[in-house]
């Protein structure tokens, strides 16, 4: 595919050009897509072309959207719930970003490298996720699927096939490993109210500083704890960082479930997605 499709098509499925199209009422990457992939689109709801559109995706042009949407929904809504687990995405970890998290009793981070990835960062993303998480997974095509099995047949790192009919499948579990772990890269990734949280729920209160000195005070309480606490009450509250109308959220299509689920949606926005989706 040339680069002028894929720019077209990496852009068509974002938080920005949806919300230009829902709330501005015009986006010129949604219209340009529209134009470039369907013939008969003056006849057809927006739904139908977002169909469309995503249908392309996965025949011919599997992207970063198209893996992370499939993770969502068929782990987040089709192996587990909304209302029981929690999905993170792009969360800064050292030098790195985790693609994709999944907490519930657990957490996992999913590493995506699709067919048009290569592996030159994997070692470096590995290493900086295992200092935050215990548990992760590759997920990659059924091109580079060989080249990943034997690059992690000795890591604790799982193994998951994204095939070209859209189906995830398991290939290596992911073994926990907590020998990497690192109190310091944890409390980074943590936001101000989390580490709050978990400050106040070990000791009953959080340092009587100056602003100044807050955080590093903060960081140092966070770091007296033993590892497995440390960890245990890191995951606790990073589960609850996402918090989304599940209800309204349930009725969105399938192709939009990763865009709308990070996309912090009101009522009201549902209201506007619904009447742009029909129209």
Not at 34 to 48: F, M, P, V
Not at 105 to 112: C, D, H, P, Q, T
Request: with cysteine.
């Amino acid at each position: 595919m040339d680069s002028a499709n894929s720019i077209l098509l990496n852009r068509f499925f974002t938080r920005n050009t949806f919300k230009q199209v829902i709330v501005d009422g015009e986006s010129s990457a949604y219209v340009a897509t529209i134009r470039r992939y369907i013939a008969d689109y003056l006849g057809k709801t927006n739904k139908e072309r977002i169909s469309e559109i995503y249908q392309h995706l996965k025949s011919e042009y599997q992207n970063e959207y198209y893996y992370k949407n499939t993770l969502l929904n068929k782990l987040l809504l089709g192996v587990h719930s909304p209302r029981t687990t929690t999905a993170l995405t792009e969360v800064p970890i050292g030098k790195s970003k985790a693609d994709f998290i999944l907490i519930n009793g657990k957490a996992i981070v999913y590493e995506i490298k699709t067919e048009l990835d290569n592996f030159d960062r994997l070692d470096g993303q590995m290493e900086d996720y295992y200092k935050a998480f215990s548990r992760m997974v590759v997920v990659t095509s059924e091109k580079n699927y060989d080249n990943v099995q034997q690059k992690l047949q000795n890591s604790p790192a799982g193994v998951c096939l994204l095939t070209k009919k859209g189906t995830l499948r398991i290939c290596k579990e992911p073994i926990e490993y907590c020998g990497m772990l690192s109190k310091p890269i944890m409390f980074k990734v943590l936001r101000k109210n989390e580490y709050e949280q978990i400050l106040i729920k070990v000791f009953g209160l959080l340092p009587d500083v100056s602003q100044f000195e807050y955080y590093r005070a903060c960081q140092r309480l966070f770091e007296s704890l033993p590892t497995d606490v440390a960890y245990r009450m890191f995951i606790r509250v990073l589960k609850l960082r996402m918090k989304i109308d599940i209800d309204e959220y349930l009725k969105t299509p399938y192709e939009l479930k990763f865009l709308i689920y990070f996309s912090n949606y009101k009522k009201s926005d549902y209201v506007k997605l619904s009447h742009f989706l029909s129209t």
